[in-house]
């Protein structure tokens, strides 16, 4: 019932920025987890950020803290994924996640089950 549709990905040189988008609809309650994910080829999926609409809790990989910011736009119902200084190591396909409800391990978890939805993901490339 929920759907998520990401957008935003492309290529960047090092150092540079770009903002990931989800959009999401569908959505039932006021309390869920919005995440994304990423995964490069050879790669096991790796959490990026999360945050729980209605709460306050904020999760951002090691990896990703003080370059990534995840945030959402309530009046266009999106969620986004804001990333500067880009390394080539971020190079990955990115995911947008939703759970309904709490989730203790939201950003880092990635139960699929009834609760849950995935969008289909945008790439992004970092050259150096």
């Known amino acids: 019932q929920v759907r998520l549709v990401e957008s935003g990905g492309g290529s960047v040189q090092a150092g540079g920025s770009l903002r990931l988008s989800c959009a999401v609809s569908?959505?039932?309650?006021?309390?869920?987890?919005m995440a994304w994910f990423r995964q490069a080829p050879g790669k096991e999926r790796e959490g990026v950020a999360g945050m729980h609409i209605g709460g306050s809790s904020i999760y951002y990989a090691d990896s990703v803290k003080g370059r990534f910011t995840i945030s959402k736009d309530n009046a266009e119902n999106t969620v986004y994924l804001q990333m500067n200084s880009l390394k080539p190591e971020d190079t990955a396909k990115y995911y947008c996640y939703f759970r309904r409800g709490y989730y203790g391990a939201c950003g880092t978890g990635a139960l699929t089950d009834a609760l849950s939805s995935w969008g289909q993901g945008t790439q992004v490339t970092v050259s150096s």
């Open positions: 569908g959505i039932r309650g006021s309390y869920y987890c």
